[in-house]
C-alpha cells in the first residue's frame, strides 16, 4: 500500500502577498523577506514519496543615516590604526620593523569607506603613493591583515557583529595627481614660452624704433648742413 508523506506546504507568491502587510514596519530597521521553494519527487518501494521545503530568510536593512555613521567611524577607525597600530604597520612596510623611515617606500591613505546597508560588509579604498613594489607589498600586507583589523574594529567599535573588512585599491588620488601634475608641468611651458615670446617681441620693437629715430635723425642733419655751409651768409656787400 502506498503512503503519501507531506511536509508543511508553502505559500504560493500570490498567496504570501495577500498575508504580507503592505505598508512597512515602524521599527528601526525594515526587514527584507525572500522566500526559496524545492519541490521534489523520490521513488521508494511502496509508491513515489512527495517533499517540499521552504527556507525563509530574513535580512535586517539599516537606515542610511545609521550606515553612514557607521561609515564614518570605521573610516576614523582605520585613520589611526595606520597612524598607531604597529602590527599593521610592519604588515604595510616590513622594512619598518628593520628601523626604515616607513614613509620612505610608500605612503596608504583610505580614500574613502563603504559600509553595506546590512552592516555585513566593509569595503575600504585605500590609495597607495609610491613604486610599483611598495603598492603591491602594502596591498598584499593590508589584505592579509583583513581579521586582525576586523578584530581590531570590534573591540574599538563595540559592536554586535562586526562587519567583513575587505581592502581594494583606489588609483583616482594618484591619477588626478599625476593629472594635476601634468597641468601644471603645461602651463609652465605655456607660460615659459609666452614670457620668452614677449621679451623678443618687445625686443624687436625697441630695435625697430632705434633704427626708425636714426634714419630720421641723419635726414634733416644733412640738409641742415647743405643750409648751414652757404659762404656768402655772413657777408654784407656794400656798393
Not at 553612514?68 to 567611524?73: D, H, R
Not at 592579509?144 to 581592502?167: H, N, Q
Not at 608641468?185 to 621679451?199: E, F, N, P, R, S
Request: aromatic residues 6%; hydrophobic residues 35%.
Amino acid at each position: 500500500m502506498s503512503h503519501l508523506v507531506l511536509h508543511y506546504p508553502p505559500l504560493s507568491p500570490s498567496q504570501y502577498r495577500r498575508h504580507t502587510p503592505s505598508s512597512p514596519p515602524s521599527s528601526s530597521s525594515s526587514l527584507s523577506l525572500s522566500l526559496s521553494l524545492t519541490a521534489w519527487s523520490k521513488p521508494t518501494n511502496h509508491g513515489v514519496r512527495l517533499s517540499s521545503r521552504s527556507l525563509l530568510t530574513i535580512r535586517c536593512m539599516a537606515k542610511p543615516r545609521r550606515v553612514a555613521m557607521v561609515a564614518k567611524q570605521i573610516r576614523r577607525e582605520l585613520s589611526d590604526m595606520l597612524l598607531t597600530d604597529t602590527t599593521l604597520q610592519y604588515a604595510i612596510l616590513p622594512e619598518a620593523a628593520l628601523g626604515a623611515d616607513r614613509y620612505l617606500s610608500s605612503l596608504t591613505t583610505i580614500s574613502d569607506v563603504e559600509v553595506s546597508s546590512d552592516l555585513q560588509v566593509v569595503k575600504v579604498y585605500v590609495s597607495v603613493f609610491g613604486d610599483e613594489r611598495g603598492k603591491e607589498v602594502a596591498l598584499a600586507g593590508l589584505k592579509s591583515k583583513a581579521k586582525y583589523v576586523r578584530g581590531e574594529l570590534g573591540r574599538r567599535m563595540k559592536l554586535r557583529l562586526t562587519p567583513e573588512i575587505r581592502f581594494i585599491e583606489d588609483e583616482s588620488l594618484e591619477r588626478g595627481s599625476r593629472v594635476t601634475h601634468e597641468l601644471i608641468k603645461v602651463c609652465y611651458d605655456i607660460g615659459v614660452i609666452a614670457i620668452l615670446d614677449k621679451i623678443k617681441n618687445e625686443k624687436n620693437t625697441a630695435q625697430s624704433e632705434d633704427d626708425e629715430e636714426i634714419e630720421s635723425s641723419d635726414a634733416p642733419e644733412d640738409g641742415r648742413d647743405w643750409e648751414s655751409d652757404d659762404p656768402d651768409e655772413d657777408i654784407i656787400y656794400i656798393k
